[in-house]
């Protein structure tokens, strides 16, 4: 299960950090990422973390926004500097990876996390 933390309200140029936590029995995170859906447009991808390999941002976002990792604790972090109001969107976290299925035996999963809101004023 994912929780989503953080958004909120920023003006533009300001920053908000959001956060997404992962609970239950967790082997192994694969990957874990933040996608973004604004009203009126498809869902975009804002920044995905394949662990030991590549961290993949969205073109709208690169330079601005930085994800970072505290695997003990299991959370992720989306720290989003430099807020423009094209950044309003409801956000939400993604994970995917291996759990514990019956007799512990590891079985994947991929969840979302509940939406968070974040709205950047002009």
């Known amino acids: 299960q994912l929780q989503a933390y953080g958004g909120g309200l920023a003006q533009a140029g300001g920053s908000l950090r959001l956060s997404c936590a992962a609970s239950g029995i967790i082997y192994r995170i694969n990957r874990m990422g933040w996608y973004r859906q604004a009203p009126g447009k498809e869902r975009e991808l804002v920044v995905d973390?394949?662990?030991?390999?590549?961290?993949n941002y969205g073109d709208s976002v690169k330079g601005r926004f930085t994800m970072f990792r505290d695997n003990p604790k299991k959370t992720a972090y989306l720290q989003m500097n430099s807020l423009k109001p094209e950044d309003t969107a409801v956000y939400s976290c993604n994970a995917a990876g291996e759990t514990a299925g019956r007799g512990g035996f590891p079985r994947p999963f991929d969840s979302w996390g509940q939406g968070t809101q974040v709205t950047v004023s002009s």
């Open positions: 973390m394949i662990s030991g390999g590549t961290t």
